[in-house]
Nanobody, 122 residues
Framework: QVQLVESGGGSVQAGGSLRLACAGFGYAFSVYNLAWFRQTPGKEREFVAGISWNGDTKDYIDSVKGRFTISRDNAKNTMYLQMNNLKTEDTAVYYC???????????????WGQGTQVTVSS
């Protein structure tokens, strides 16, 4: 069955870096676009960054442009999110999603990972 598994979350001080990974299993990884979303308690899940099936097209929300980089390695069935210069407001559970559609500040996907916690302290 289709599975998306995130890893790489953790705790870091403001200004630090983390790299998240999302591994896909059970389907033709290179066929689908992928995205990262994040959610904090009491808020709607928010789109963060998306990438096309071949990695040629990337999309970011304004608040992470210049700090986050989305990429993928189709040979390894893995997508990444390099997060630099992290801020306390980046604290959230980060989810990867397959076959995403961006809808306003949020969006949908047909499969989701279980999420990985990112905590940024001041």
């Amino acid at each position: 069955q289709v599975q998306l598994v995130e890893s790489g979350g953790g705790s870091v001080q403001a200004g630090g870096s983390l790299r998240l990974a999302c591994a896909g299993f059970g389907y033709a990884f290179s066929v689908y676009n992928l995205a990262w979303f994040r959610q904090t308690p009491g808020k709607e899940r928010e789109f963060v960054a998306g990438i096309s099936w071949n990695g040629d097209t990337k999309d970011y929300i304004d608040s992470v442009k210049g700090r986050f980089t989305i990429s993928r390695d189709n040979a390894k069935n893995t997508m990444y999110l390099q997060m630099n210069n992290l801020k306390t407001e980046d604290t959230a559970v980060y989810y990867c999603a397959r076959n995403y559609v961006r809808l306003g500040a949020g969006g949908r996907g047909d499969y989701w990972g279980q999420g990985t916690q990112v905590t940024v302290s001041s």
